[in-house]
């Protein structure tokens, strides 16, 4: 948001507003600009001719396809159970600011309710659907037990593809411990490779065993393990939580997709339906995917749904 008088006043501001005008597809949310893509496209490349290059990974290297797979995942009786109260628990709370005369809420819940908004785009929502998302790939992030139909996937499509490598990527670090337990439980070398390595000698020997096939999972947050690591040993990722920031999941699997890479990279996306996982985050991400791809060309990725 902004005032006019910024617009007259200011020099940056004055350079700034007619370009967002121009090319800046948005709208006012209640709680301020929400964008939500691009508008002529088509001009807005020819304005940054000039001013951005960018060559993809197909145009300057050889290297074999990468395709990425949806796996839709139904959570078990206990664990839907476990999120269903979390969710009735988030809408008590908007009911409560509700009740305590909060008219902006009362506003946006009846929007929601007829499918004029998505309750991610409430104030702080993103903060709000964390809990829902932990509960979704397993209760025992939040204390619970560790009864998780994802994790249960992520187990079973590792262990009937042994003796190929794994790498596997979560937003959480319990996430990443919960299932280097499991692994090596089924008698798999499994390691983490979360924030809480912080020693760069224990990264560099993770990378260096995995790549000489002395690990046969490597899972790690996308925090710690998306950059700076060279994991072509494997040929297929897994993804039990995903980014929120499309570009990040990308950096993820180009771990995997880069030089010295031989084979198809196969990226699983495991993502529990019903839930915030195709609910939330997958719509949050096709937004900022138009926005990137209105002015910058990327690398084809061909992108399927399993079952279907």
Known sequence: QYHEQGRKHNGVAWAFWP?????????????GRVIVGVKNPDALRFELKDRLVRRTKNEVLSLPEKVREIVPITLGTKQRKAYVAAEKEFWLEIEQAIKDGDTNVAKFAEQVVTGQKRI?????GATRTVRLRQIAST??????????????????????????QFVVFAEFVGTVNALVERLRAKKLTAEALTGEVTDTRVRTLYEDRFQAGEI???VGTLGAMRESITL???DTVIFVE????????????????????????TVLILEAQDTVDDGKVKPTNAVKEVIVSSVIKKDAVKETTRGQ
């Open 19 to 31: 370009f967002y005008d121009e090319y800046v597809d948005d709208y006012d949310s209640g709680y």
């Open 120 to 124: 991610f785009e409430l104030a702080n």
């Open 139 to 164: 209760p025992a992030l939040l204390g619970g037990e560790d009864d998780s139909a994802k994790l249960d996937a992520a187990v079973e499509i590792i262990t009937d593809a042994q003796p190929k």
């Open 216 to 218: 046969d999972v490597l």
């Open 232 to 234: 072509t040993a494997a």
């Open 242 to 265: 995903r980014s929120w920031v499309p570009a990040q999941n990308e950096q993820a699997e180009d771990r995997l997709w880069r030089v010295g890479q031989k084979n198809q990279v």
